[in-house]
């Protein structure tokens, strides 16, 4: 594969890729007072009521249990007689017949993905939507440029030939390079008269408490991960007064440079990994230097990529793809998002160590599974808009040294070169003095980590903790990114904490978290497993597979999804669309 090809896979990304949520129950909050709140319909800002602007699944109904229309705002808020924007916005109704007062705002990652990923998993049927409103209403909304809103900031420049159309070989050889495709949207976006620099958290952040005020809500809970973790921070910050409570997990700080950081943190992913297996005794001895069987797997791949069979699911035809070492890395580094597949990591690298590579072939696929594209040109702007500096990308390259080369050689091509390349030219760079500034905040605040993110590791929340006095801190055993969405413990913790941020979070259910490595399947490996081995087990999300633990209403397992290009969608990169319609990337 060649340099352009492999940081152009490299520019995935995960966005807030959430996945289902598990049935705790949501205990009575506060009465709502005042009754059912009355929107604000003129004036700027303001809500304009119409059809939804999402898809919505068919057993909600538009007009009764959800409530759509848009919230227009300003484009800059220090003018707000200027221009104008429109986001999308859907309110679930609480099923209470006295709801709390406030309602639950979800935020979605990227940055750039669109609150899509919610509306897709709100069925009326799921437990996700049965405990968010069964005493609260639920807003979504698109943050700025980002799906419906207007005006739109995709970059079909970065997404026309991405891998939800296209055969993989096909999208990887017919891109051309980001930075220069990046630049492209750039100038198209500007000459439509895009005002790129007030694209930035703190607009957004503004944005979101303009929802609320608009819907006619006194106050707002939060509830956001990766990218909308850093997004609900800017806004407890910024409108302490109006929020009463906020969940984050898989956090962004503020104050360190994240956006060149995935190397160094899938290098800690990987090294957690290793370390798991060999202190478990099952997987030590089927796994004895799981380290040395990754490193070789890469090796073996990177002087002869394997070709492997791959059927593109839109077109129906199959085609031998080759995967190189970077590629089998960026892969690796994907299925580190998802808490269910990261069981079956030990058994993947063992197989390629041997030259076993036939189960790529059904984890490939995964990544042409069509999605909801990212807005690449509001990602750009967010990402940009704390001036990335030379110091700061030159530090990055000298830690990158520090690190194993495998995760050097899959991630920093696209997330320290080619991010720092575009943002020395795109117009947001330094938009935003508050991007890099730690916050400080009395807002009652939950912090969720998982102890296998890849892209946000626990560390990240013991930045931000310091500056909120009123917080606590929980990492999940076995987690990935979001974690909180995968687990019914990460779940009841979330709802607990919003149903009564005052009390500390029953942490109890957290310490029955392990992880349990397992061999993949033989629908999925093609083959044996290693011996000695654990007991095969189904492999979740996966074809011709059982649910393997995961919550029985949940929608099927999402890997990181996003892999249109080679960017660090919601803070994610690598290989990503590793998923299908989301279970549901920051």
């Known amino acids: 594969m060649s340099a352009t090809a492999r940081a152009r896979f490299g520019l995935v990304l995960v966005a807030l890729l959430l996945g289902g949520f598990a049935g705790a129950a949501l205990p009575a909050a506060g009465a709502r007072a005042a009754g059912t709140p009355t929107p604000v319909t003129t004036g700027v800002p303001r809500f304009e009521p119409g059809p939804c602007a999402y898809t919505l699944p068919k057993d909600q109904q538009e007009g009764k249990t959800v409530v759509c229309g848009f919230a227009v705002v300003p484009e800059r808020h220090e003018n707000p007689q200027g221009k104008t924007i429109k986001l999308p916005v859907a309110v679930y109704k609480a099923r209470s017949a006295t709801p709390a007062a406030e309602p639950i705002i979800l935020l979605a990652g990227g940055p750039g993905q669109s609150d899509q990923v919610f509306a897709t998993l709100l069925t009326a049927s799921s437990a996700y939507y049965r405990d968010l409103t069964a005493n609260h209403d639920v807003v979504i909304f698109d943050q700025r440029g980002t799906g419906k809103a207007q005006p739109s900031l995709a970059c079909p420049e970065l997404t026309a030939d991405s891998l939800g159309s296209q055969l993989l070989v096909q999208a990887l050889d017919a891109q051309a390079p980001l930075v220069a495709a990046a630049l492209r949207c750039r100038d198209r976006l500007a000459g439509q008269g895009i005002d790129l620099a007030a694209y930035t958290t703190t607009e957004n952040a503004a944005d979101v408490n303009d929802v609320r005020a608009v819907l006619g809500y006194a106050t707002m809970d939060l ?5 909308g973790s850093a997004l609900g921070l800017a806004v407890e910050r910024d409108f302490p007064g109006v929020v009463h409570d906020v969940v984050l997990e898989s956090i962004v700080p503020p104050q360190i440079a994240w956006i060149f950081a995935p190397p160094q943190n899938f290098d800690r992913a990987l090294r957690e990994l290793f370390r798991a297996c060999a202190a478990d005794a099952a997987c030590n001895a089927a796994y004895p230097d799981l380290q040395g069987a990754f490193q070789r797997g890469v090796a073996r791949l990177n002087a002869t990529p394997a ?79 704390g001036d990335v500096s030379a110091a700061q990308y030159q530090q990055a390259l000298a830690a990158d040294q520090q690190i194993l080369p495998e995760a050097r050689e899959a991630l920093e091509p696209t997330f320290v070169r080619d991010y720092y390349a575009v943002c020395q030219q795109w117009p947001s760079r330094g938009a935003d003095p508050k991007a890099t500034q730690p916050v400080n905040s009395a807002v009652p605040t939950l912090l969720i980590s998982g102890q296998f993110d890849p892209i946000t590791p626990p560390a990240y929340a013991a930045l931000v903790r310091p500056g909120l006095s009123h917080s606590a801190s929980v990492v999940l055993p076995g987690g990935g990114h979001t974690p909180s969405f995968a687990t019914p413990c990460g779940f009841s913790l979330a709802v607990g904490f919003v149903n009564d941020p005052s009390a500390a979070p029953n942490t109890s259910c957290v310490a029955g978290l392990t992880v349990t490595f397992k061999p993949l399947p033989a629908s999925v490996a093609g083959g044996p497993s290693p011996s000695p081995s654990p007991s095969p087990s189904p492999m979740p999300g996966l074809p011709n597979t059982g649910a393997g633990g995961a919550p029985a209403d949940a929608p099927a397992v999402r890997l990181p999804l996003t892999l249109a290009l080679g960017a660090l969608a919601g803070l994610a990169l690598g290989a990503g669309a590793l998923g299908r319609r989301a279970r549901a990337r920051r």
């Open 223 to 227: 509830y956001g991960g990766s990218y």
């Open 307 to 385: 070709r492997v069979p791959v059927t593109d699911p839109a077109s129906g035809q199959t085609v031998d793809v080759p995967v190189s070492g970077a590629l089998y890395s960026q892969l690796v580094f994907n299925l580190f998002y998802s808490t269910e597949i990261i069981p079956y990591l030990p058994d993947m690298m063992a197989r390629v160590d041997r030259g076993d590579t036939k189960f790529l072939g059904v984890l490939l696929p995964l990544l042409l599974a069509p999605g909801e594209p990212l807005s690449y040109g509001m990602h750009f702007s967010i990402v940009c808009s």
